[in-house]
């Protein structure tokens, strides 16, 4: 499994670096059956997180036809209101530090980003990634209504209200679209997905090797539907 993660401006540190780390020990862990790199939708850049300034580096750019997983990573910033939009243009690598996330999320959708995730969502051979905000990057550019998928738990509401099935649970796999809540859920969605795609050794060893227990149970839409006590 090839892994491309996103970086866009204003993007949250933690969503990126957590299942980086994951899926490079993965693949580290199976001989290289699990690759990962940092992408942007411009191409090779250097990217500004949401936090303190902090800078990644996008070594390629965002390749929809490319088979493996796309992770779209939420913002960094103010907490702000579900109604809050972009109100100005900023170019690549000039948004202002402490601006609301939602305003960082509805600014992807000025970029080329929504049309590369609308091309690799209908590409059968990715699977869709997200962790915390992301799903709602994903939600806000049409291409999750009538999905299960999760977020932060101040976004469930707002990803309910874009025609997702929101489910508040820490990993949602929804088959060819998986998704994690909070930030921290990124170490949670990175394990599941080596347990997935390269099996539960794997993902053991990694587990063991940061020293980090999974939480929660991934959801699916299967099974048993549960009863009111």
């Not at 996008?58 to 929809?64: E, I, S, Y």
């Not at 997905?193 to 980090?212: C, I, Q, Y």
Request: charged letters at 20%.
């Amino acid at each position: 499994m090839h892994a491309q993660i996103i970086l866009f401006d204003g993007f949250d540190p933690l969503d990126v670096i957590a299942p980086f780390e994951v899926l490079y020990a993965g693949g580290t862990a199976s001989g290289g059956a699990v690759t990962v790199e940092l992408v942007s939708a411009e191409g090779p850049r250097d990217v500004v997180s949401g936090i303190g300034g902090l800078v990644l580096r996008a070594t390629a750019a965002l390749d929809p036809a490319r088979a493996g997983l796309i992770l779209v990573p939420g913002a960094a910033g103010r907490v702000g209101e579900p109604g809050d939009v972009p109100d100005h243009d900023a170019q690549a690598g000039q948004r202002p530090q402490d601006e609301f996330i939602p305003v960082l999320l509805g600014s992807t959708l000025t970029t080329e980003l929504p049309t590369l995730l609308k091309a690799a969502r209908d590409n059968p051979e990715v699977t869709l990634g997200a962790v915390c905000g992301g799903s709602l990057v994903l939600a806000m550019a049409g291409l999750l209504e009538g999905r299960y998928a999760t977020t932060h738990h101040l976004g469930l509401d707002m990803l309910d209200a874009t025609g997702v099935h929101a489910v508040s649970a820490r990993v949602v796999d929804d088959g060819d679209l998986v998704t994690g809540a909070g930030v921290t859920s990124g170490l949670d969605l990175g394990l599941y997905l080596l347990e997935r795609e390269v099996g539960p050794r794997v993902a053991h060893a990694v587990e063991e090797l940061f020293a980090h227990e999974r939480r929660g149970v991934v959801w699916r839409s299967a099974g048993l539907a549960p009863t009111a006590p």
